[in-house]
């Protein structure tokens, strides 16, 4: 026996679907045909604006991060380079006796070593590279000979750049930070108001038999899922030419599952979304396009094929 239930989002665009869905059918029903109450349509509208701005912000924050992230690691790398290629410098000249073994103190170096020290975080970048930066300084004021290749100065350049970077990159991750913290503290109020609509719009229609129940409740956004598992074999292909397109991005909307088209154009997807789902196909130089099927009763496996336009 095949049992129907209905789903809850599990994620924010489940969320941000389910929202919108219910505040455009409120749009489009009859005062006589609307299933909400006044209080849940208005709660419905305001969060229907404030949470996508909440994944908007977030999404902003995070491209920014994600350019922040690239220029740091650049600066990074180059400051950690430096800073090697000064100490081996500089300990070939102790091997050489061009710096006394004792200089090594200027650079909070033990006496002992004659290795470069550890750069594999951020904070030692920063360290070392104050230890030479301060370090040189006194040596230098003691009568040291000068470092080259780098000298202190390209040193310097290339650490301060660093710590400039990585100061603004700490700024833009804590702002993404701000804007991650604040969708996950919405999360319970919107899945609070999300069970509400549900529960409020099965209530309204809870007369009709169960199919068609849950056929006017998905027009709210509502999703169900069955005890039973649908394959779908998806075809992409150019429509002019009808060669297969690979890499084409195959999704079922309401279980948010996707795959890419193989080199003949294929993907297979499974899903247990009741009733019927939405297909949706995206690939690069084409128009996207989508597909609502509708199951029949007994069948568990369906084909279909999109024949793609070029933009």
Same mark, same amino acid.
């Given at each position: 026996m095949v049992v129907i239930s209905r789903r809850l989002p599990k994620t924010d665009t489940g969320r941000k679907r389910a929202l919108n869905a219910a505040d455009a059918q409120m749009g489009r029903v009859?005062?006589?045909d609307m299933a909400l109450t006044p209080a849940t349509q208005a709660r419905v509208t305001a969060t229907n604006l404030s949470f996508p701005a909440l994944l908007l912000?977030?999404?902003v924050a995070l491209a920014t991060q994600g350019s922040s992230t690239s220029l740091n690691e650049v600066a990074k790398e180059l400051a950690r380079m430096f800073i090697s290629h000064f100490f081996q410098v500089f300990f070939l000249g102790v091997e050489r006796?061009?710096?006394p073994s004792s200089a090594k103190s200027y650079y909070s170096l033990d006496l002992s070593a004659n290795a470069?020290?550890?750069?594999?975080?951020?904070? @030692?970048?920063?360290?070392?590279?104050?230890?030479i930066k301060n370090g040189d300084i006194a040596r230098l004021a003691a009568g040291g000979a000068a470092m080259s290749n780098? !000298? !202190?100065?390209q040193v310097n350049a290339v650490v301060d750049a660093f710590v400039l970077t990585n100061n603004s990159h700490a700024i833009k991750k804590s702002?993404? @930070?701000?804007?991650?913290?604040?969708?996950e503290n919405s999360r319970e109020d919107v899945d609070k108001l999300i069970k509400k609509i549900w529960d409020e719009i099965e209530t309204?229609? @809870?007369e009709d038999d169960a199919p068609s129940q849950r056929r006017k409740c998905r027009l709210w956004g509502e999703i169900f899922v069955s005890s039973q598992s649908y394959t779908i074999n998806v075809t992409v292909l150019n429509a002019d030419t009808r060669a297969a397109i690979e890499g084409a991005t195959v999704s079922i909307v309401e279980s948010e599952n996707s795959q890419l088209t193989d080199a003949a154009g294929n993907a297979t997807l499974t899903t247990t979304v009741a009733d019927e789902i939405t297909i949706e196909v995206e690939a690069p130089g084409y128009i996207a396009q989508e597909f609502v099927l509708t199951y029949v009763d007994g069948v568990f496996v369906y084909n279909h094929t999109f024949n793609m336009v070029g933009v």
């Open positions: 009859a005062p006589a912000a977030r999404a006796g061009v710096y470069v020290p550890s750069l594999a975080s951020e904070a @030692d970048i920063r360290d070392w590279g104050a230890n780098p !000298t !202190t100065a702002a993404y @930070d701000t804007t991650q913290e604040d969708v309204f229609y @809870d």
